[in-house]
């Protein structure tokens, strides 16, 4: 296994960003603040600065137990006194038993005789094998804190919580804390290639390809486990068949012995076609029991190789990707041949509904509800449909998708995009999860009010056993993993929303500002605005009034006049239709009818334009540019407001960040200004070439235009 230090190229990738010469003189000036990579992410442990604080943090955390010697339980002791050492500046012992006040106790009442000791069995089990408390109590006559749970992964998500709360600073006295998951698979997909790329990867090479086990990988996994990610699918869905060959699978099996202790198992994204390509066989018709012995046979020897091996991730029939209908078979019958395979192990498989073929309806959105929702109740039951949070294509707004609430007799996966394809990628600041929580909280009113996403996903609205959410990674072998150091940020909060989908955006935002960046009240706040704005910031200068899809290639710049040779659907122009007459893409009753696949009553709202919310207006009407909006102003006006109130926005996030100068470490200070830099020019480019191309449109009914 060759380790390789990660930190040597920080220099290098740092100087390019700002010039040698201006880092080295600002890191002097920045007296007190130790320069900072971003490598260590929400992890720094950067001292208290407060010596009473200290010494009273430091009352709570004499020694450590950690029980019994395991391979996670001996991650669980090193992150401890990593930890404390960092917050606290001291080294706490590790102890077999508590001898004073002052002992945090780790363990499960299977493995520790403290903690079984203590008759919590019944509670920890009830909160699961990943649930755990927290609590305050006493041990042998000594006040301690004790970390329990039923399982190791959970004593290792308390031990994590437990660093948080100095983290965050906050009282170590009196705890009572219970948690579990709310849902049960929380994965992130990297969409990483055989040759080491990663498809809309913004943040450097694979982390596990080529041939590479090193301490970054570690690191990985800490971070994972420190936000309760339990899963890693590692290759893109646009799989290689390759993937699936022994040499990979010995591959994958020394990337799961890495990141088994931390409690995440590996997934595979497999090709449907690997039967034919791998195993020559004629056929990959899924009814075929050849096909089906092949699947079979592979599934046994992945679980070989991989005891703990998740499952498959698969996209079929979609962007080219072959699939069970190139048989003349369903989703169902595709999804359910690996379903048999991986069953006998206790696998699953996460079956994309990102599919959208020209042939089901002419407007995109429409078609993968068109194709699942007749299939509900005919995929096995170790079989989730993964669907992302919107219907078209993980765009900066869109409505829920409509297969929320409407496959009841399925699990649903929801799949959200950490990385920033359409956001900015890792040159802008957009903070995702207030978009995310927009999803989570909608009320789909599958059951009535009250039916939201959330619901849906966590199973309580269908009494669904098996849950989860799965986040397309946004990590990479750059020295701050995500290109942005921002962008750690929806990282953090994918897990932390994973984990529960209750937490407001603003909540997870504050633990991680403090866990990143610092605790002082005016850094907290003025990152936390910076933040909590950044998202709609984006979507004012990108997706005024939810017109989407104003791109082109690169989904980065703005390409209102793309018109995609290959698919009208991977074109602009479909989707703003833009002309002399109006602008917007009809999805009422009297257009593609799009609206109906939603209940009562957002199929009625949403059909009128009167009282479909302004942010997706143009998302589900076509109006001409002298519709008179709810504020009064015309359409066009607004158009043009929203445009300029985006760029005004980004230069405003800059603005406010260079506040910040000298009250964070000047290493990352530079960084994030050099890319809020970007971004301001960024925005004004989209304000300047999207109204530049609407104007020549709208002229005649607008008033007011470029010339403001
Ligand atoms: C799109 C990406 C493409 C992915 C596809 C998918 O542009 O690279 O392969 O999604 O989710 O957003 O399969």
Redesign the pocket.
């Known amino acids: 296994m060759t380790l390789v230090n990660p930190l040597n190229t920080t220099l290098r990738t740092r100087c390019r960003l700002v010039g040698c010469s201006t880092l080295i003189a600002a890191m002097a000036l920045a007296v007190g603040l130790r320069a900072e990579t971003g490598y260590d992410l929400w992890l720094r442990y950067a001292r208290l600065m407060d010596p009473i604080q200290r010494a009273s943090y430091r009352q709570s955390a004499i020694a450590i137990v950690v029980q019994p010697r395991s391979p996670t339980s001996e991650v669980i002791a090193a992150e401890l006194a990593r930890g404390l050492r960092g917050l606290l500046g001291v080294d706490v012992p590790r102890a077999v038993r508590p001898r004073s006040d002052g002992t945090v106790i780790v363990g499960t009442p299977s493995t520790s005789p403290l903690v079984a000791a203590l008759g919590w069995t019944d509670a920890l089990v009830r909160l699961g094998d990943e649930g755990y408390v927290i609590r305050s109590t006493s041990v042998g006559g000594h006040a301690a804190t004790v970390i329990a749970s039923a399982g190791e992964a959970g004593a290792l998500y308390g031990a994590f919580h437990f660093l948080r709360l100095i983290q965050t600073r906050r009282p170590l006295a009196r705890l009572d804390i219970a948690e579990r998951p709310r849902l049960e698979r929380r994965l992130l997909n990297h969409?990483d290639n055989l040759d080491g790329s990663i498809?809309?990867g913004y943040a450097g090479r694979s982390l596990w390809w080529p041939d590479r086990v090193d301490q970054r990988l570690r690191d990985y996994a800490r971070a994972n486990a420190s936000i309760g990610i339990n899963g890693a699918s590692i290759n893109?869905?646009?799989a290689n068949p390759q993937s699936l060959t022994t040499p990979l699978l010995e591959k994958a099996a020394g990337i799961a012995g890495v990141l088994r202790p931390y409690g995440i198992r590996v997934y595979l994204a497999a090709n449907f076609a690997a039967p034919k390509m791998l195993g020559s066989l004629p056929t990959d018709d899924p009814l075929d029991p050849a096909v089906a012995r092949w699947w079979r046979a592979k599934a046994d020897e992945i679980y070989r190789l991989v005891p703990d091996f998740g499952g498959f991730v698969v996209?079929a029939n979609?962007?080219g990707q072959p699939g069970p209908q190139d048989y003349g078979r369903t989703h169902a019958d595709g999804a359910n041949v690996l379903a048999d395979a991986v069953a006998p192990h206790g696998g699953i498989v996460l079956w994309?509904a990102?599919v959208y073929d020209e042939a089901v309806d002419p407007d995109r959105v429409k078609r993968a509800y068109a194709e699942f929702v007749p299939l509900d109740g005919r995929f096995r039951e170790n079989v989730f449909a993964q669907v992302?949070n919107g219907p078209l294509?993980?765009q900066p707004r869109e409505p829920f998708h409509p297969l929320f609430g409407a496959m009841p007799r399925t699990p649903l996966m929801a799949?959200l995009?950490i990385t920033q394809?359409?956001l900015g990628q890792a040159n802008h600041l957009v903070y995702l999860a207030p978009m995310w929580k927009e999803v989570l909280d909608a009320d789909t009113y599958a059951q009535g009010p009250g039916s939201l996403v959330a619901k849906v996903i966590d199973g309580s609205l269908d009494g669904q056993r098996r849950t989860g959410i799965a986040g397309?990674a946004n990590t990479g072998r750059d020295v701050n993993w995500s290109g942005h150091d921002f962008a750690q940020a929806n990282w953090y909060a994918f897990g932390r929303l994973a984990w529960d989908p209750g937490l407001s955006a603003g909540a997870i935002a504050d633990e991680w500002i403090r866990m990143t960046w610092g605790d002082a009240p005016d850094v907290v706040a003025t990152i936390r605005s910076i933040m909590l704005d950044s998202r709609e910031a984006f979507v004012h200068y990108t997706m005024p009034l939810g017109l989407h899809h104003v791109i082109g290639g690169d989904?980065y710049a703005p390409m209102p006049e793309n018109t995609d040779p290959r698919r009208a659907d991977w074109s602009a122009t479909y989707y703003h239709r833009a002309d002399a007459s109006g602008i917007g893409y009809d999805r009422t009753r009297r257009g593609s009818g799009a609206v109906d696949q939603y209940r009562l009553p957002l199929r009625e709202l949403w059909n009128d334009p009167a009282t479909t919310p302004d942010d997706l207006l143009l998302w589900f009407h076509r109006l001409p540019w002298d519709y008179r909006m709810k504020s009064g102003r015309t359409l066009w006006d607004e158009l043009v407001r929203s445009y300029r109130r985006g760029a005004d926005e980004a230069k405003g996030l800059e603005t406010r960040w260079r506040t910040l100068h000298g009250k964070v470490d000047e290493e990352r200070y530079q960084a994030v200004l050099a890319r809020l830099r970007r971004q301001t020019e960024d925005a004004a480019a989209w304000r300047d070439k999207c109204l530049r191309y609407f104007q020549a449109f709208s002229k005649g009914s607008a008033s007011d235009a470029l010339s403001r």
């Open positions: 969409w498809e809309r893109s869905v646009n996209k979609s962007e994309r990102f992302k294509d993980f799949e995009q394809e359409y397309v989904h």
